[in-house]
């Protein structure tokens, strides 16, 4: 039972949050009273992991959090994250096999159990990539393997250290681009429930080159976002294409941190990193940020560095796996993440890193307007910035500007209230239409007293398009009084 040594308070809009908090859902939350505790500590993306879980599992969290939503007034965003083809090897006598430094083995297409000296790798796909001198990576790379030649679904290895081998553990191929779907079966099955419940952002792991994106794409329209996970080298070398075709990204450093060299995973995130925001995309940090926390009530320093650099950089999510999936204290991980983001907030620095980063507007009405609303923030004294939105287009340009005050996002859409509300800064509410600019004034200005953003007579920056509720017609600007 966890003893995070506080409890969450009551729920309060988190306007002076701008950097979000995924937590993952599984044993340890996915109850209904821990599944309101992180609401309220501070969690506004909830991650459904199809690595883990039944079906009638996920059901249930979903039914919950939609319960919670409507209670507490405010977009609840769940991201659905597919398994992808994660290659495992097949099992072993006894399950398990010892290899020592130098030792000759055979990587044999196949299930196993294989007889000793031979590793069954069961995607015969991968055969056809391989070539001498290639990297096979067990465990985590925990050991090894160097291809020295290929013949058809056989292929001799050399191991460089000793280690242990045992049945189904992961397989990194971190030299070649697999010829393998980006969707496997498991995936499709899973795709269909996901859309079926109603999730607001789908997640594709080991995305190699846009085309992975265009697929899942195909299947999902525009029925949810779609986050491209990052954890392949393959994946850096087309990473402006996948940029441009996701929605948004996630820097899975897991299989990323193995299969490339450990001191070159900082540098990728930051570049990763500049590329999304450049390009107005959501990117999500992601990976043992506390992973410590999985069974201490307290990070490392060196974690709480980690979240920290992270919201330095103004990334729109940091997010939590393990910690709140199956770690002994969920609520107090997302208490830690959420008091990390308030103190680097606060620092005084924290606006200087963002403006060292802030990207160049694009020769557009919607670029034009929306950086003249983070000036507007910077020079008068306003209480939000108010985006109003049918798509989420706007807020989404609004949020790419990073400006000094929240960003409070109107929309008719329920479906778009929940999708943006990962972006950074965002305050995400669903109103009715309006019919014209004066009634959308008088929204926003109710809007924002309703939340607590704004008291009466305070000053706000909004933006819309004319004529309403047509996307992708950001071309109004207006400071109204709340």
């Not at 992808?84 to 020592?100: A, N, S």
């Not at 130098?102 to 299930?111: D, F, S, T, Y």
């Not at 999730?199 to 779609?226: K, Y």
């Not at 949020?399 to 509300?421: D, K, W």
């Amino acid at each position: 039972m966890e003893q995070s040594g506080e409890q969450a308070g009551p729920y309060a809009c988190p306007a002076d949050q701008r950097t979000r908090i995924v937590a993952t859902i599984g044993p340890a939350s996915r109850d209904a009273a821990t599944l309101r505790r992180l609401v309220e500590a501070g969690t506004s993306v909830f991650r459904m992991n199809m690595s883990h879980g039944s079906h009638a599992d996920h059901a249930a969290v979903v039914r919950t959090l939609r319960g919670l939503e409507e209670e507490l007034g405010r977009p609840l965003t769940l991201l659905q994250d597919l398994c992808g083809p994660k290659i495992r090897l097949g099992d072993f006598p006894g399950g398990e096999v010892f290899v020592t430094a130098g030792e000759r083995l055979e990587l044999v297409c196949g299930q196993g159990p294989r007889e000793d000296g031979r590793i069954p790798l069961p995607i015969g796909d991968a055969f056809a990539a391989l070539e001498p001198g290639a990297r096979v990576l067990i465990d985590d790379g925990r050991l090894t393997l160097h291809v020295e030649s290929v013949a058809g679904e056989v292929a001799v290895v050399r191991a460089d250290t000793d280690g242990r081998i045992a049945d189904r553990k992961g397989v990194n191929l971190p030299d070649v681009a697999l010829p393998i779907p980006a969707l496997t079966d498991k995936d499709r099955d899973d795709l269909a429930f996901g859309l079926e419940q109603g999730v607001d952002w789908v997640a594709l792991s080991f995305v190699q080159r846009p085309e992975d994106l265009h697929m899942l794409r195909e299947l999902v329209g525009d029925r949810a976002g779609l986050v491209a996970k990052l954890e392949k080298p393959s994946a850096l070398t087309h990473l402006e294409a996948i940029v441009d075709a996701a929605d948004a990204i996630m820097i899975a450093r897991g299989d990323l941190g193995v299969e490339i060299p450990p001191e070159d995973v900082p540098v990728a995130q930051r570049q990763i990193v500049r590329r999304s925001r450049a390009a107005g995309k959501p990117v999500i940090v992601a990976t043992q940020m506390l992973d410590s926390m999985m069974g201490a009530p307290r990070p490392t320093r060196a974690e709480a560095s980690d979240v920290a650099n992270a919201v330095y950089e103004g990334v729109d999510a940091v997010m939590l796996s393990g910690e709140t999936a199956a770690g002994d204290y969920p609520v107090g991980s997302v208490e830690m993440m959420a008091r990390i983001i308030e103190r680097v907030e606060a620092d005084e620095q924290f606006r200087g890193s963002l403006d060292a980063g802030h990207p160049q507007p694009g020769a557009t009405d919607a670029d034009a307007i929306c950086c003249a609303v983070r000036r507007i923030a910077q020079i008068l004294p306003t209480a939000c910035c108010v985006t109003w939105t049918e798509s989420g287009f706007t807020t989404l340009r609004v949020a790419r500007e990073r400006p000094v005050r929240p960003i409070l996002s109107l929309t008719p859409s329920i479906a778009t209230a929940r999708r943006i509300a990962l972006a950074w800064g965002v305050i995400s509410r669903v109103v009715p239409d309006a019919a014209d600019s004066e009634a959308a004034a008088e929204c926003a200005a109710r809007a924002a007293r309703d939340t607590g953003i704004a008291e009466g007579g305070d000053a706000l920056v909004m933006t819309a398009g004319l004529p309403f509720g047509v996307r992708g017609t950001t071309n109004q600007l207006r400071i109204v009084r709340a």
